[in-house]
């Protein structure tokens, strides 16, 4: 699963590291970016692919997404949850998520993402950071829908795809968004139907990960302390004050 993402860079930043992209709707999100401690239903900056006005010429261009797939075709009855993430074995079928996979799929900007341990002898988790070993900008696979709202708004949303773990991320969960690299931005954008071969662990050896304190576990923290390392030991106590 992934819930809970970072970007600690700002808009120009991320302009820059995705300048194949055209800035598209990245203004709408000046005072929501840097974001420290993303979750499901805030507003992200995604990558898709979309066609210029008059000119119909389609190409990579930043917009503006709810976190939370909902599908185009849900009714106000419709009580089912907006998807946060699905599993990449079985997207290609699934009923909500499978059209926007084969169609509207997209790239989500971060810096890192967050993950929690279990541990045997404590009913708390201890949650980490992860990250590119070079603490660079990189992006995670997702697909996006646009749901019309019953008062006649049209929002967009989207989830992340995620798959099995790599050797780092074994060690803290099951599950592992996937991440794509470079080199598959644009196929990943592509009229593709179905890329699954991209859908795999990411290198471990390109990774880090860390603990954080459990400040993270709360939103309304929200400051860059969020990802700051803690000493698991001494510092646990002193972590539960940041909740």
């Known amino acids: 699963m992934c819930s809970r ?60 997404a709810k976190w939370g797939l909902v599908s185009a075709s849900r009714t106000p009855s419709d009580r089912r949850l907006p998807l946060v993430d699905v599993r990449c074995e079985k997207i290609a079928s699934h009923k909500l998520a499978g059209p926007a996979y084969r169609s509207r799929r997209c790239l989500i900007p971060v810096n890192g993402f ?11 988790k201890q949650p980490y950071a992860i990250a590119m070993k070079t603490d660079v900008l990189f992006a995670l696979a997702g ?19 995620t798959c099995a773990p790599n050797e780092m991320m074994t060690t803290i969960g099951e599950r592992m968004p996937v991440i794509l690299r470079r080199q598959d931005y644009e196929r990943w954008l592509s009229p593709d139907p179905n890329p699954s071969d991209l859908m795999k662990p990411y290198s471990a050896d390109l990774m880090t990960m860390w603990p954080i304190g459990t400040g993270v576990d709360n939103l309304k923290n929200t400051g860059p302390e969020i990802i700051s390392p803690v000493n698991l030991d001494p510092q646990r106590h002193r972590n539960r004050r940041l909740s």
């Not at 829908?145 to 795809?161: K, L, M, Y």
């Open 114 to 124: 967050f993950g929690w341990k279990s541990s045997p002898h404590s009913r708390e």
């Open 5 to 64: 993402v970072y970007i600690k860079e700002s808009l120009h930043d991320l302009a820059r590291s995705f300048a194949f992209a055209g800035q598209g709707e990245l203004d709408g999100l000046i005072d929501r970016i840097p974001r420290y401690n993303g979750s499901p239903s805030q507003v992200f900056p995604i990558i898709i692919q979309e066609a210029a006005p008059g000119t119909g010429i389609v190409a990579p261009v930043f917009a503006i």
């Open 143 to 161: 697909m996006w829908e646009v749901w019309r709202h019953p008062a006649g708004i049209d929002i967009r949303t989207f989830a992340v795809i």
